[in-house]
């Protein structure tokens, strides 16, 4: 049986090295998808991150003060307590 073990290593041996190359690969595309992952997180960081400071331009703006005193306003407007009904009633007769 001694004779004869040098033939069982052979596609043991060629198995591990698929094996080994098979891994290699897949460690290959996991690298590169979690690349794509981080390459494309990154414009939309940029974006949310150009759309926060266009919002603080605008809120340090005379539009923005204006928008939100007229905001306020509404706010104040809306807590007036006879909702539904006109603030102004006429009456036949």
């Keep these: 049986m001694g004779c004869f073990d040098c ?15 098979a891994s290699e690969e897949a ?3 996991a690298a590169e998808a ?3 992952r981080q390459f494309i997180s990154l414009p939309l960081m940029h974006i949310a991150h150009t ?14 003060r204006a ?10 407007q809306s807590a007036n307590p006879n909702k ?9 007769g």
């Design 84 to 92: 539904g009904e006109p603030t102004l009633k006429w009456q036949m």
């Design 27 to 29: 460690r290959a595309k």
């Design 7 to 21: 033939f069982d290593g052979g596609p043991k041996e060629e198995r591990r090295e698929e094996e080994r190359i």
């Design 67 to 76: 928008a939100r005193a007229q905001i306020a306003a509404a706010a104040k």
């Design 51 to 64: 759309a926060v400071l266009a919002q603080e331009k605008f809120e340090q703006s005379a539009a923005g």
């Design 34 to 36: 979690a690349e794509k």
